[in-house]
């Protein structure tokens, strides 16, 4: 994945846990959890698409003073032109609530596909945010891969910035990977932490697109 010369002296952190599981526990350096997803969609006369999915996980560790818990919902609708082409109606839009003790905490995770102005009509791109104890960090998908000028269609990974400046990274290409600068504020790591384990746990519709 290519990455802005910024986050060149960054440590990395592999998220293990969630390939190919829908429910299980999952690890991210200090921080670790467990996780429960299912996909769901439905399909009227072959034509009229509706995708969906659930989500939901728990998060412990640094700047965490018990669990954070999410609830995460996703739903998208398109129209079949035909066997592998579709029209989306109703672009993905995913979001995540929380609670802390069973209470509602003041939190808030979104990503959308984004369609138009500049972006590429032949890839699923995406952006968000997520605002937590504080921090507010804009997400977007990354396509573009070192060494070759053909990029992915789908995300390959997300860049995690604040007023246009990267903080951070999330590397999709396999096993999960956080690439934090060094010497971020650990209030930030956590929020960055918090925010790629929504995205390991999305099951992006993108990739079930043609299937």
């Not at 002296?9 to 293990?16: D, W």
């Not at 959308?112 to 009509?121: L, P």
């Not at 997300?158 to 060094?182: K, S």
Request: glycine letters at 12%; charged letters at 20%.
């Amino acid at each position: 994945m290519h990455l802005p010369e910024s986050l060149s002296a960054s440590t990395t952190t592999r998220i293990t846990g969630f390939n190919g599981w829908n429910t299980g526990k999952f690890a991210a350096g200090r921080y670790n959890g467990s996780y429960q997803r299912s996909e769901g969609g439905m399909a009227l006369f072959d034509t009229w698409i509706e995708r969906s999915g659930k989500a939901r996980f728990a998060i412990a560790g640094p700047e965490i003073s018990s669990t954070i818990e999410a609830q995460c919902r996703m739903r998208e609708r398109a129209i079949a032109v035909s066997d592998r082409v579709e029209v989306t109606t109703n672009p993905m839009a995913f979001r995540c609530e929380f609670e802390a003790d069973g209470r509602a905490f003041p939190a808030r995770f979104e990503l959308q596909e984004v369609t138009g102005g500049g972006t590429a009509a032949y890839r699923y791109e995406r952006r968000g945010e997520i605002a937590l104890g504080g921090e507010i960090v804009q997400i977007r998908s990354v396509h573009d891969i070192v060494g070759t000028s053909n990029g992915t269609i789908t995300p390959i990974g997300y860049l995690f910035e604040q007023n246009g400046r990267a903080v951070g990274a999330l590397e999709l290409n396999g096993t999960p990977e956080l690439i934090v600068p060094d010497g971020t504020d650990p209030g930030l790591a956590r929020t960055l932490t918090v925010a790629s384990v929504a995205l390991a746990v999305f099951q992006d519709p993108a990739n079930r697109v043609g299937d």
